[in-house]
């Protein structure tokens, strides 16, 4: 009955062939990384080399800034419609208080590689925070004039910082998600919370067992938030209770996510190797047709209005939601590997329709928890099973331009 209603979704939403994604001229091929609008008509891009863009006619026209450095930029965040920073590699964080007429750099002391900036804005008190490398956490109470490093309890790299604009000051919640797959650290997941942003705790790390980092967090509001990542595998998280429980959704058919919004309860937008949309509160993800090849930052400034930016330079904008792609072209759920025996207590054959020479075959419990992982170079593999612990288990094989899936019983 769900394969059905899916399909039926798809075909229904498919059919709307007056939504879509537009590419915009950006005028320059180095990879951005970060979007962000203070209106519908004014919005931002930075990414590698230095590289800052401004628009402020909604995105017809894009006009290189000058920012100083040809360090890469991984982060923009305008509290005010003037006041805006941006951060990257080194240590680089810049501020504009004239709306992106100049660019300061600011003098922090860090020289770690920083990945993500936010300005919390509660009755004008501005206190910022921006993360990155080896744990880093740098915070602000002076609107970015000076910076000073907060522990973070952890080395790992973290990915991005968020707060739902829901508590009023002092005691405003706020999250940071991060992780790695590097051999030095292990494989490791992370998410950091704090109240007040004063100190921050290592909230919640049970996802560390083979896992993919977190790369985005967005809450909608004090209770339900998102978190989306992934390396040789996409995840989704949800949470309804304030970051106290996620729950693992089903991850469409993408090798990562690096971004993810919400504009209602319902609606919202997830972006990767391929643009993600669910109508349903993230219970079903579809793809839209994007052509996009890699996107790092998703940014709707009203909820018809939205920016994506990734590889080359690339621009995208939809003022009416996107398009999907139809639901034959890329399957979002549909088991597409041939898996027996079904149930199965001992090892299992996986035929596997598309194989590329480097294919990365991994096992998946109903949390979300990496069970097993192995590089795979046949049409045909067995895998033991039997240190499985029993329940439904997911299958997912990433080859060069594919992820397919499957799912049993392991009794």
């Not at 951005?32 to 930075?46: E, P």
């Not at 400034?301 to 939809?318: A, F, H, M, Q, R």
């Not at 003022?319 to 299992?348: C, E, F, M, R, W």
Request: with cysteine; hydrophobic share 35%.
């Amino acid at each position: 009955m769900k394969k059905l209603y899916f399909i039926l979704l798809a075909i229904l939403l498919a059919g709307n062939s007056s939504a879509e994604w537009f590419p915009q001229n950006s005028g320059t091929t180095n990879t951005l990384r970060s979007v962000y609008f203070t209106d519908v008509n004014t919005g931002y891009a930075v990414g590698d080399s230095g590289t800052i863009l401004k628009t402020i006619n909604g995105g017809i026209n894009w006009i290189p800034q000058n920012s100083g450095t040809s360090k890469t930029l991984r982060s923009v965040h305008f509290p005010f419609d003037s006041l805006g920073f941006c951060v990257g590699d080194s240590g680089t964080i810049l501020k504009t208080i004239n709306g992106g007429i100049y660019w300061e750099p600011s003098t922090n002391g860090s020289i770690k590689n920083l990945s993500s900036v936010f300005f919390t804005n509660y009755y004008n008190i501005i206190d910022g925070f921006a993360v990155g490398d080896s744990g880093t956490i740098l915070k602000t109470t002076d609107g970015g004039t000076t910076w000073e490093t907060q522990s973070s309890g952890t080395s790992i790299p973290l990915y991005c910082v968020y707060f739902p604009d829901v508590f009023p000051e002092p005691n405003y919640l706020g999250f940071i998600v991060g992780g790695t797959g590097h051999i030095s650290y292990g494989y490791w997941s992370i998410i950091l919370t704090t109240y007040g942003g004063n100190t921050w705790d290592i909230w919640k790390m049970e996802f560390s067992y083979n896992t993919r980092p977190f790369r985005s967090v967005y809450f909608m509001d004090a209770d339900t938030g998102y978190i989306v990542g992934g390396s040789w595998g996409a995840l989704i998280l949800k949470t309804t209770d304030g970051g106290y429980n996620w729950v693992n959704q089903f991850a469409p058919n993408s090798a990562w996510l690096s971004s993810v919004q919400f504009i209602d309860s319902e609606t919202g937008y997830a972006v990767g190797d391929g643009i993600y949309k669910t109508t349903n509160g993230g219970t079903d993800w579809l793809e839209q047709d994007s052509q996009l090849g890699g996107g790092y930052s998703v940014h709707f400034p009203v909820s018809d209005t939205g920016y994506i930016v990734g590889v080359n330079g690339k621009i995208l904008k939809t003022t009416n939601g996107g398009s999907y792609v139809g639901v034959n072209d890329h399957p979002q759920t549909a088991n597409t590997l041939n898996i027996y025996p079904n149930p199965a207590s001992d090892k299992i054959t996986i035929e596997i329709p598309e194989i590329s020479h480097q294919s990365y075959l991994s096992i998946y419990n109903l949390s979300g928890q990496e069970l097993f992982e192995q590089n795979i170079s046949q049409a045909k593999t067995v895998i033991d099973i039997s240190t499985l612990p029993a329940g439904i288990i997911f299958i997912k094989v990433l080859g060069d331009k594919t992820v397919q899936t499957g799912k049993i019983i392991k009794q």
